[in-house]
């Protein structure tokens, strides 16, 4: 269009606005030129990040593909040697485990690196007489840099701080992924084409995808720092209360530069405060891993090593090797049995086998009738599928479920249960629970001599009927229900160390048979291991009582409290102070029975019950020159008379809290003295019977402070001319039970009771005779034994005869009694009737052999029921035997007896026939046969048991000789280890919760001076360390457990630091001690690894010092290492804190996808194109291979 004249002067003005507009545009151009650079920027950014991305989750694959072949080879490796027993499919159970492949296999580690298990590298991951490992690694280091310059140095696989990979060539090798999966590489080829390592093509197998390396580590042996240490503020009572635990450890034993404060501070910020119950009871009430509100924690090890480089929490990174956040065991045992006797030396009857036995259990030498109780314990499994109902600490119940090869024992029995036990009943819980945990209802006793006594009646875990056997664990698993505690422990506790019987041998029916039928039965021994095992654990001092049926009679197994028992009886008779004159015919003796009573523990009851002594049965008195016109019972043809008694008499609280040492009755041990005892001239009324009274003057000291029960008066009748030549035919005779063979009832015993409140009232409740049990069969019967009116032997020295009969009661002399200058009492009247050949019409009297020469019969240990009781005929000079008041049957410094009261049968009667021809039966608190190696040495089965400088000690039923608890003193004469001496020798009785299950080692065998045995190479008790535990937790696993096979000595350390040495004496194990064991310990696993706990005794104990002669430098001196509570302190810290089942590791591992380009030749030319590391925490169960728990991080760099 032509312009118009007119719009010019507009055209003037459009020349301005075009240029503005002009600048516009151009600026929008600029605006949309950067907006599509942008664009494209951003669009190469995105395609950059996407591939990463994918690169990222190729990597990702690749690492959880590599730590799935790792976790599967660690498995396979389980059964290299023998294949697994997959009789249940899906279910497999590797019985195979032993000393040399309880732990992984080490493969590339070093010396630097204690915690290092595994690398891959060119060698096996493992290797076995049936297979070996598959994940080889290749050639190439990973310290070698990829094609694009990519390397893993010593610096980052250092970085778990678990030790230091001192140089490249320590490192892991690369593990090759192809589409076919891992490899070494080995023989694989380079190209474009064919099965080569870069040939992408889709069908080549061959093609590699990426590559991984590992290290492996075992942090199974190091402390759980989200559990292990305590507070400043506990006590020492209470540090001690929770040894059981990981918390009890001391971590600044494991590492000094660790801050246990600082640590407590943060990580149990609101708990510390009530530090003991949150142990207790938090911990073990809730799943693992559970996080106290208010409580800090590391959730990861990564965590951890940050808190410890920036020096939170109290951590440094010195300590961190020694440390770790992952710990897990399976919660059940792992034990079978570890030896035949025949392989200690014992016998070779097929029952004893019990390691070749562990897998069977009806088949021979066994049968439905009689089963084998010592199996291989996760080989006793569910049939079929079932519902299982367990309880918590409260008794409330819960549930899981079993199938078919399930383990029957899915958790280990909390001792903490114990407390469920009352005196009167169950306590704080159901008597359901009570019966299903227990087997035990609460009823009245069907003993005729107890009525009206409420007792525990073992019934079984269902019904009311009283039980005459404990099922075997296969038994319990086709009931399909949990185990209860006394099943457990006849598995535990090896038969063949059960019901040894002293007269072994005797025909049925016979007096010997009968004196000890309750030390032949099995049952009856492990229930009166259980029932003392509940009464070292109450509070109360109430025996415990377990009734059940033998035969079809109720038989009570009685447990053990600090009570004094019958040490001894003492028929004592003698005439009257005064009741003789020169030329009398006739004479009248007092005839007493004296009690010499002992509590042979360290410890006293806090707050002791009512005790009384009860004396029942029949007693008769005989012999020839009994007056007839008064004497009208004829008993083997001699005049004689028979009391039948029934009586009691109930003693102080003082009393009952004393006899520290054996001591004969005194009335002031008689709590109503003033009118319970008579006095010196009270006869019994009726004359049959008995009477509590104030005795004559006894004794060498002319006592006069015994009480004592009286029977009636023993007439004599004389005539002049009566020759007293043979002082068996002219002895007083006291029969003990008489007539009791043909009428059990006479049977005759003396029987400790305690007096148990119930309500407004309460009952008498027996808990310990002076020989056999409540069962009358068992007592004395019959028992005859004779006094001697005038000594046979002549004095050596001056030849004279003594009137034992007469000098038995002192008191003032009759006339023509006189002292000569020596103290001899002599009577100078010729014709007197009781004159003895060759003294030229004199007799010759003194008080201080008079006591001494009665015959007493005498319990070897008041608390057991085996090898009890015998009868000895004393002999010998007061200065040799304590005289009176006091029995001991092993007398410090005696030269006459040096191992003891006994001897021949000149002095010993009624010995068990299991012994030789010498009885001293003081050695059985030894039972070591004066060996120095007795510990472990397997010759020591077979020393002969005869002559005269034998020593007494027995074998159990498997033939192998166990020792007792003062076994590891070998000196036969010497006063260390001797528990009639010394009181540091003797037993103790807890009387609260065990705080660890090493503490069953306090709890009595039912054998003269054996608690259960964890010292010894023989033990047959030691598989209790893994059959129960001291805390209970619901849960198929647990956390805070250390592996014993750990190569970390400060963490044994840790554990062992302040663990109770001796809860009497109020010793506590010094760091310095704790470090020395630590390390004969971890010496000792360097070669010996450590299948079970039970090795803790069986195996480590003896390694400790394998003889005893001397002193081992790893003790701090010879009571440390003898005195058998003292010895087993390291085992009471570690039997609850430790483990062996359970693989606890942590796999490094570092992930890298990637290719080989076309043109690669060479393995070392690998391109990576993503990396992922991660660190996988994993708990392998070594008997089965299922993986228990895991946790996976993902480690930033």
Known sequence: MSPSPESFPRRNNGRRTRGVALITVLSLVVVVSLILVAFVAAMRVERTASFSYSQSLSAEQVGQGGLRLVVAELQNEMGKDTAADTNYPGKPLYTNVTTTNIMPQYVGTNSAMSNLVKISTTTAPYSGSLSSGKLIASSVNTSAASQNGRYIDTNRWNLPQLGSFTNANNTPNWIFLTRAGATNASGLSFGTSGSTVNNPSPSNTNFVIGRFAYAIYDVGGLLDITLAGYPASLTAAQIQDIKGALAGASVTEASSTIDQGKLLDWRNAASQSSYVNYVTNYLATNAAGAVYPGDNTFLSRQDLIKAAREGIAGLSTNALPNLTTFSRDRNAPGWGPTYNASSLGGSNTAVYAYKNNAGISTTSPFSPANRNPNRFLPGVRFGATNTITNYKPDGTPYTYSVEPGDELIQRRFPLSRLAWLGPNGPNGVASSVVQACFGLIWGTSDDPAYPNTPVWKYVGSSGSTKQDRIKTLDEVAADGRAPNFFELLQAAVLQGSLGVNGNAGAGSGTADYNASIQQAY??????????????????????????????????????????????????????EAGSQTPGELAATAAVYLAFNLWNPHQTVSANPPLVRIRVTGSVAVYNRYGDTSSLTDTIASE????????????????????????????????????????????????????????ALPLGSGAITTVAALRLRNFPFKLGTDSALADSQADSVKVSLGHDASSTPAKGFNVVMEYYRPSGNSGVWVPYQYATGINNNTTWFRDVVTQLPIVSSVPRSGDGKYYANFISYLSGSYPSGWTANAAGVVQNSETGDPWSTPGSGGRVYITHDYSWDRSPIFVSNDPRSTRFNSWTFLRSGSAPTITAAANTILWPSGSSSYPKGLGGGSSLVERKPRIFGDNYFPAQLARNNYGRDSAIADTNSNTVAQSGSSSETSYVDNDGL??????????????????????????????????????????????????????????????ALLDVFSAQDSTQPYVTGRVNLNTRNQNVLKALLAGVSVDPVANISMTSASAATLATAITGFTSTNKIVNKSDLANMVSPYLSPTTGTTSSNFLNNDAQNIKLRREAFVRALSDVTQTR????????????????????????????????????????????KVIDQRLEIVTE
């Open 522 to 575: 099995p049952m009856f021994q492990i229930l009166r291991m259980g029932a003392a095992a509940i009464d070292q654990a109450d509070s109360d001092s109430y025996p415990t009582v377990i009734e059940y049926d033998q035969g079809g009679q109720p038989w009570l197994a009685c447990g053990v409290e600090s009570l004094p028992g019958i040490a001894s009886i003492t028929p004592v008779i003698g005439a």
């Open 1142 to 1185: 359970t693989w606890n590791l942590m796999i490094d591992l570092v992930a890298q996808s990637g290719r080989y380009s076309p043109t690669a030749t060479a393995l070392q030319q690998f391109t990576v194109e993503s990396e992922r590391r991660y660190w996988l925490h994993v708990a392998i169960d070594r008997f089965t291979g």
């Open 961 to 1022: 000789r166990r020792i007792s608890d003062s076994g590891l003193f070998v000196e036969a004469t010497g006063v260390s280890g001797n528990p009639f001496v010394r009181a540091i020798d003797r037993p103790v009785v807890l009387n609260r919760p065990f705080r660890t299950v090493g503490e069953l080692g306090f709890v009595f065998r039912d054998g003269p001076w054996k608690t259960l045995d964890f010292f010894s190479s023989k033990s047959a008790d030691s």
């Open 639 to 694: 005049p004689g008379f028979i009391s039948t008694l029934d009586h009691s008499i109930q003693l102080t609280g003082t009393a009952t809290a004393g006899f520290g040492t054996p001591t004969t009755l005194q009335q002031a041990d008689i709590l109503n003295a003033s009118t319970d005892l008579g006095s010196t001239s009270t006869t019994p009324a009726p004359a049959n019977t008995g009477a509590w009274v104030r």
